[in-house]
Each structure stands twice: as structure tokens, then as C-alpha cells.
T-cell receptor, first 111, second 111 residues
Framework: GQNIDQPTEMTATEGAIVQINCTYQ??????LFWYQQHAGEAPTFLSY????GLEEKGRFSSFLSRSKGYSYLLLKELQMKDSASYLC????????????FGKGTKLSVKP | NAGVTQTPKFRVLKTGQSMTLLCAQD?????MYWYRQDPGMGLRLIHY???????AKGEVPDGYNVSRLKKQNFLLGLESAAPSQTSVYFC??????????FGNGTRLTVT
């Protein structure tokens, strides 16, 4: 199967910058999604990368390197409300159905 | 515009009982998915559908069946519930190469 690896937990300070890394298997890869999930809630979409490079959306940016099987989510000017789990998900193959999620990174933002 | 609606929100079953989880979307999306989410395991794909009348197995299909008789509905059935099926179930829908829209989840406990 396709393994998606990301750190289990991270801690950062309010106002700081944090980078959450994700690695995936490159064979058959189509694109990479990042989702945010607050405790007890459904995941919500943050970003989608298909091409190499950095996509910036306000305080959040996402980077993709297709050749290295690597992505990261960068969160700037951290706020307490950013405490959540961040899910990396890779799409594979011709079928839209094969979207594999990592186990998620639980980010705790401290004052 | 309700998006993706899951019913019920909570359910407690005894081992061996059966039930059906309903997912409805009003966005005319072709693709629909059922995931389960367990602590430390991330989101795992149970079954998915790329269109009305079609279904396919995901990563963890055993013990579940699905049907997509109408484009807007995707049903997940448990014929004989087991304690290992205690989980939070998320339905999602999308169209080609676009982010998943998730329902709010169904919290199922099997005793």
C-alpha cells in the first residue's frame, strides 16, 4: 500500500512559525491535499498541490516536491485556534477514489 | 445548501445487530466516500463510489457493504456489528481533482 508519513505530535508557541512535514510514495502519485481537523469535528480543506513548488494562502502555505515524495505545510503567526490535527492526504492512480490519508499531526499551540 | 449530511450522529449497537448509515449530498458530486477514523490510525477508506450505481472497495472494506442507488445518496451498511467497528465514520463527496467535502461524522459504539 501507499504509506503516508507525518509526525504524530508537534508543539509551538503563539506567534511562531511551524512546519509540518509529510512524505509519501511517488509511484502513481497525482496530488497532495492538506486538511485541518479540530477535535470532535470533520476535516476541512486547507490546500491542494499538484505541481512542484510553494502555494501560499494567507498564513498557511504548502510545498510539494514530486521527485522527492515530500510535502510540507507551513503555518505562520500561529494563533491558539490553530491547535488542531493536520492531515496529509495523497491521491493516486487514475481513479479519484484512491485518496490515502496520513495518521495526522496533532499541533498544540502554547501561549 | 446543506453540503454533506450524515445520519444518525450517534448510535450504540450490540454485537450482531445491523444498521445503515446514510450520507446525502446536495452538490451534484460524482464521487462519494466512506471513511472510518480511529485514534492513532487516521482516516481509512472503507468503500467509495465514482458514480451512481457503482461502488468499489477501499482499504478496510471487510464487514461493510455500500450502495449508491441515487447520485446524492451513499449508504453504508453493517450486517453484523462487531466491537472492532466502534469508530467515527465520515462520509465525503467531491468532483474530479477537487477537495473532499466531509459530513459531520457518525459516532458508533458497538458493545
Amino acid at each position: 500500500g501507499q504509506n503516508i508519513d507525518q509526525p504524530t505530535e508537534m508543539t509551538a508557541t503563539e506567534g511562531a512559525i511551524v512546519q509540518i512535514n509529510c512524505t509519501y510514495q511517488t509511484s502513481g502519485f497525482n496530488g497532495l491535499f492538506w486538511y485541518q481537523q479540530h477535535a470532535g469535528e470533520a476535516p476541512t480543506f486547507l490546500s491542494y498541490n499538484v505541481l512542484d513548488g510553494l502555494e501560499e494562502k494567507g498564513r498557511f502555505s504548502s510545498f510539494l516536491s514530486r521527485s522527492k515524495g515530500y510535502s510540507y505545510l507551513l503555518l505562520k503567526e500561529l494563533q491558539m485556534k490553530d491547535s488542531a490535527s493536520y492531515l496529509c492526504a495523497a491521491a493516486y492512480g487514475g481513479s479519484q477514489g484512491n485518496l490515502i490519508f496520513g495518521k495526522g499531526t496533532k499541533l498544540s499551540v502554547k501561549p | 445548501n446543506a453540503g454533506v449530511t450524515q445520519t444518525p450522529k450517534f448510535r450504540v449497537l450490540k454485537t450482531g445487530q445491523s444498521m445503515t448509515l446514510l450520507c446525502a449530498q446536495d452538490m451534484n458530486h460524482e464521487y462519494m466516500y466512506w471513511y472510518r477514523q480511529d485514534p492513532g490510525m487516521g482516516l481509512r477508506l472503507i468503500h467509495y463510489s465514482v458514480g451512481e450505481g457503482t461502488t468499489a472497495k477501499g482499504e478496510v472494506p471487510d464487514g461493510y457493504n455500500v450502495s449508491r442507488l441515487k447520485k446524492q445518496n451513499f449508504l453504508l451498511g453493517l450486517e453484523s456489528a462487531a466491537p472492532s467497528q466502534t469508530s467515527v465514520y465520515f462520509c465525503a463527496s467531491t468532483y474530479q481533482n477537487s477537495p473532499l467535502h466531509f459530513g459531520n461524522g457518525t459516532r458508533l459504539t458497538v458493545t
